[in-house]
């Protein structure tokens, strides 16, 4: 059974900073790529940052010069520094990752269960 659980969301004002992380455990045999998306209220899911095995990352352009996606494929945890926040990042974060579990050939969609990040104006 693989999961995906994050942490670090929560009540921050307008320009603060915090960091997300997402920790992927159970029978993995190995995690792709990995990213972040966010869904606020009324509003369809969208991707917000990227990044490969190999470390390659995109983000998307409201978020771009402020938060940097990076992943610790040691510890199989990926982050989400978000800095200068603003109140249009309020939303609920969630981590996705495509992983081979142990035994399989392919790599599956997983995603965790979401975080919420509320920034006051």
């Known amino acids: 059974q693989v999961q995906l659980v994050e942490s670090g969301g929560g009540l921050v004002q307008a320009g603060g900073s915090l960091r997300l992380s997402c920790v992927a455990s159970?029978?993995?045999?190995?995690?792709?790529?990995m990213g972040w998306y966010r869904q606020a209220p009324g509003k369809q899911r969208e991707l917000v940052a990227f990044?490969?095995?190999?470390?390659?990352?995109d983000y998307t352009d409201s978020v771009k010069g402020r938060f940097t996606i990076s992943r610790d494929n040691a510890k199989n945890t990926l982050y989400l520094q978000m800095n200068s926040l603003k109140p249009e990042d309020t939303a609920v974060y969630y981590c996705?990752?495509?992983?081979?579990?142990?035994?399989?050939?392919?790599?599956?969609?997983?995603w965790g269960k979401g975080t919420l990040v509320t920034v006051s104006a």
């Open positions: 996705n990752a495509r992983i081979v579990p142990v035994g399989k050939f392919l790599g599956i969609d997983y």
């Open positions: 159970g029978s993995i045999f190995s995690i792709n790529d």
């Open positions: 990044i490969t095995r190999g470390g390659s990352t």
